[in-house]
């Protein structure tokens, strides 16, 4: 074959393959442009985080302060400016609320010029809302452990006025350790001073289960949990104290009806929040997630480690002095300090219990978690009549059985994206 045929079948060759590829290139760009549900990375403000391909059940929202949320079907993100930002505390609503509505709009008005009162009270009591609590992947570590059998383990943590530190776990070499089964730890139920046949006749009589069961039941719910966390980047807190409306479990700013509920009733009811919706799941808090949001509430600086420690400044505790809604109409009073005037004061009714647009984490009502202690379960962050420097602290934590119920008890729930 002659040199200048060889030339040409090689030119023709070159341009096939370049043609091939540049085609191959095209295809890649159109694909990737036109799919919406294709997994994309978000790189904004440091923040680094995967977005799950959006469905029918969840779709993505921007935040003002330019960070993406999940908000699952069902739920609508808030209008109100001062709710629409992840490091301040970014809120859903659930409900399909049309904030386009002019009585949505005109709503939004006042509350974003100051004149919010009466028509905001009223519109946040109608709803149950949810605050956005981000996770990336490397803060998600000080969530959980696993240990050499590879069970997952919650790090729960003790705090002082200047840093937080394990309790009751250590890690070592990327194994996770329980210290004592009979002190706190999560998940599970331990056993404690009292015998085991007295739990389990209470356990059987209040939620139709025998240990083991309940065991791995929460076991099962911590996984999904950290799972759900993981894949979707964070987790919805409840943004006021659980309380009860008809006998079923709310989460709405200026509901009274916040204790006198045992960890049983409030476990069963809270997990029927979500209703018919099969693309959430709602739970009791669990006690890792309490600590992680303590530390999101530092880390964003709404708090610091001395106002965590000793949270008087800002909670519902026996020397708290501040104003607060007493009811719908935004009628105001002060509550004063010292121990005539502790009392409950309803969800979520002063902004002086507010920390990134979550209510009453520190006083009010001790918080059950699903956090063990022994055979017990944990509460968190102190009640009203709380008089202690240790007890007057969002970080504060004791536990009671299951059956207890008593006017200083509520719980928080969570919402997790499945």
């Known amino acids: 074959m002659s040199t200048a045929k060889k030339t040409k079948k090689h030119l023709s060759k070159g341009l096939f393959l370049a043609n091939l590829m540049f085609l191959t290139i095209l295809i890649i760009i159109i694909l990737v442009i036109n ?4 997994e994309k990375a978000i790189f904004k403000s440091n923040n680094v985080s995967k977005l799950v391909p959006e469905t029918t059940n969840i779709s993505y929202v921007e935040s003002s302060d330019g960070k993406m949320v999940p908000i699952p079907k069902g739920y609508t993100a808030s209008k109100i400016a001062e709710e629409t930002s992840v490091n301040g505390g970014f809120v859903i609503y659930e409900g399909d609320i049309n904030w386009d509505s002019t009585e949505m709009q005109t709503i939004i008005n006042l509350a974003n010029t100051g004149s919010k009162e009466k028509e905001l009270l009223q519109l946040q009591s109608s709803y149950n809302q949810y605050v956005w609590i981000p996770v990336d992947e490397e803060k998600i570590k000080t969530i959980y452990g696993v240990d050499e059998n590879g069970k997952l383990w919650g790090k729960i943590y003790s705090y002082n006025s200047f840093e937080r530190v394990p309790q009751n776990w250590s890690e070592r070499n990327g194994n996770f350790s329980i210290s004592v089964m009979t002190n706190y730890f999560e998940p599970g139920l331990g056993y404690g001073a009292n015998t085991a046949i007295v739990n389990e006749i209470t356990l059987q009589t209040m939620l139709n289960q ?16 950290i799972k759900s966390i993981k894949k979707y980047g964070g987790f919805y807190i409840g943004r006021y104290e659980t309380g009860m409306l008809e006998g079923k479990s709310v989460i709405r700013r ?6 006198k509920q045992n960890w049983a009733d409030l476990y069963q009811k809270t997990k029927k929040m979500q209703g018919e919706k099969e693309n959430v799941k ?3 808090i669990w006690s890792s997630l309490w600590d992680y949001t303590i530390q999101w509430l530092i880390d964003t600086g709404a708090k610091t480690y001395e106002t965590v420690y000793s949270s008087d400044s800002w909670g519902n505790y026996r020397s708290s002095k501040f104003q607060y809604y007493t009811d719908k109409q935004a009628n105001i009073t002060t509550k004063s300090s010292g121990s005539l005037n502790a009392k409950v004061i309803p969800a979520g009714s002063s902004d002086y219990t507010k920390a990134n647009n979550i209510y009453d984490m520190a006083g009010n009502v001790n918080e059950l978690t699903l956090g063990s202690y022994g055979q017990y379960f944990s509460f968190r962050g102190g009640y009203y009549n709380s008089s202690t420097t240790t007890e007057k602290s969002c970080a504060f934590r004791s536990y009671q059985s299951i059956s207890d119920s008593t006017e ?3 719980s928080r729930a969570i919402l997790l994206l499945k």
């Open 210 to 225: 025998n240990r083991e069961e309940l065991i791995r039941e929460l076991e099962l719910n911590y996984y999904e949990a």
């Open 35 to 38: 799919s919406n549900s294709a």
């Open 254 to 259: 200026m509901n009274e009806d916040l204790s």
């Open 408 to 410: 200083r008890t509520g």
């Open 282 to 284: 709602t739970s009791m």
